[in-house]
């Protein structure tokens, strides 16, 4: 499988705990995009990557939220003392280096906090 | 930043029918607009997408309309069946930037 690929496909943990989650998209896609989308929502922005530098987060991140891409190639997400809010599902997506192409997803780390 | 918004929540439509979902947008500068199908428990799949520089694409079944002045752009699906029947999210973009997602419409299209 060529697609995006995210590890864990599910996730529980007890609140408190911290959670890491990892990405790897397609081959030679340079921008890596994380979401996360809890039920009947649409998926919310969390953080994008070019190659390795971050280069957006969202204000509605908190600082217990962090991600790295450290070789421009696969990335982790960690959520530190998870909260029951924090359950969700993760969705990573990746993009070609070409200009407004279509942002390709994997199947997305479902967290649950209990 | 952008904001969009996405009409209506749900949508049930008999088999063979047209369905029309709308959204808008906020943010001129974003010039990229993907609509996405999930289903149930699966990941997000582009089905159509359409850029500030047409006014309308169409792909078999489906269609997708941009009108870059009143910022809104619509999904129309013609001869409905139930495999349509899905959850369906727009989005909007600047060059090279993040995509924001409308808050979805759940189709269901009855046989």
């Known amino acids: 499988d060529t697609g995006v690929s995210q590890d864990p496909r599910h996730k529980i943990t007890k609140r408190g705990q911290n959670v890491t989650f990892r990405c790897d998209p397609i081959s030679e896609h340079n921008r890596l995009y994380w979401y996360r989308q809890t039920l009947g929502q649409g998926p919310e922005f969390l953080t994008y990557f070019q190659n390795e530098a971050q280069l957006e987060k969202s204000r509605l991140l908190s600082d217990r939220f962090s991600a790295e891409r450290p070789k421009g190639s696969f990335s982790t997400l960690e959520i530190q003392r998870t909260e029951q809010g924090d359950s969700a599902m993760y969705l990573c997506?990746?993009?070609?280096?070409?200009?407004?192409?279509?942002?390709?997803f994997g199947q997305g780390t479902r967290l649950t906090v209990v | 930043g952008e904001n969009v918004e996405q009409h209506p929540s749900t949508l049930s439509v008999q088999e063979g029918d047209s369905a029309v979902i709308k959204c808008t947008y906020s943010?001129?500068?974003?010039?990229?607009f993907p609509w996405y199908k999930q289903e149930l428990g699966k990941r997000p799949q582009l089905i159509i997408d359409i850029r500030s520089n047409v006014g309308e694409k169409k792909d078999q079944r489906i269609a997708v309309t941009l009108n870059k002045t009143a910022k809104h752009f619509s999904l129309h699906i013609t001869e409905t069946q139930p495999e349509d029947s899905a959850v369906y999210f727009c989005?909007?973009?600047?060059?090279?930037?993040?995509?924001?997602f409308g808050t979805g419409t759940r189709l269901l299209v009855s046989p």
């Open positions: 943010d001129s500068a974003s010039n990229y």
């Open positions: 997506a990746s993009s070609p280096r070409d200009s407004n192409t279509e942002a390709f």
């Open positions: 989005a909007a973009s600047r060059p090279l930037q993040k995509l924001v």
